[in-house]
């Protein structure tokens, strides 16, 4: 049984560019998050979705934006980026909302120059 | 949304018992406490939750007093490999939707 899988593993984009993250939950999940992790922090709530639907959003500007499909798995979108969206994204997944049993992803190296 | 409170770092030698103890003081009465591990460069792992008193699984334990404003997460004779950062939650629910709200966490070296 696969676990949430990410892709891609790194990316290395200019500022100003734009970038899509890929996200398969693991089996069963219906729901999937996204965190941002900067270095030596922890990882930061970015957006929950659950039946296509965004339901809950962390403090993060409109640049982050996602999307959810009907197989459940799940892309996040950043437009015009910064230097400071360098950052490990995670992409984690449950079953139903409320479930703070989250498996995680080995995560996407972001890194903006 | 109840705030937690961990050491930020801890030493301890293989084959000694590590206990981590993690202080949540404005709980909610429906929050969970959850602890997940995270190695460099990986994705958190979810080790242990919990509500009150002792859960126990096959990776540790953890102890919730009455009150529920700490906890401690006890690891039984650590290796080598269990040298990660620790971080301890409190469950964040907000209608059915749930955010984890991760703080710094405790970084655990364990050496011979």
């Known amino acids: 049984d696969a676990g949430v899988t990410q892709s891609p593993t790194h990316l290395i984009k200019t500022r100003g560019q734009q970038v899509t993250l890929r996200c398969s939950p693991k089996?069963?999940?219906?729901?999937v998050s996204w965190y941002q992790q900067a270095l030596g922090q922890g990882p930061q709530f970015i957006f929950q979705?659950?039946?296509?639907?965004?339901?809950q959003r962390g403090n993060f500007p409109d640049r982050f934006s996602g999307h959810q499909f009907p197989n459940y798995s799940s892309e996040l979108n950043v437009n015009a980026l910064l230097l400071g969206d360098s950052a490990l994204y995670l992409c984690?997944?449950?079953?139903?909302?409320?479930?703070?049993?989250?498996?995680f992803g080995q995560g996407t190296r972001l890194t903006v120059v | 949304l109840a705030k937690t409170t961990q050491p930020i770092s801890m030493d301890s030698y293989e084959g000694q018992e590590v206990n981590i103890t993690c202080s949540h003081n404005?709980?909610?009465?429906?929050?969970?406490i959850t602890w997940y591990q995270q190695f460099p460069s990986q994705g958190p792992r979810f080790i242990i939750q919990?509500?009150?008193t002792k859960v126990t699984n096959e990776v540790a334990s953890l102890f919730i007093p009455a009150d529920r404003k700490s906890s401690t997460l006890s690891l039984p004779r650590v290796s080598l490999s269990d040298t990660a950062v620790y971080y301890c939650?409190?469950?964040?629910?907000?209608?059915?939707?749930?955010?984890?709200?991760f703080g710094t966490g405790t970084r655990l070296q364990v050496t011979l």
């Open positions: 984690a997944s449950s079953f139903e909302l409320g479930n703070t049993e989250a498996f």
């Open positions: 089996s069963g999940h219906d729901t």
């Open positions: 979705y659950y039946e296509e639907e965004e339901r």
């Open positions: 404005n709980i909610a009465t429906n929050d969970y």
């Open positions: 919990g509500y009150k």
């Open positions: 939650l409190v469950g964040d629910r907000t209608g059915t939707a749930s955010k984890l709200t």
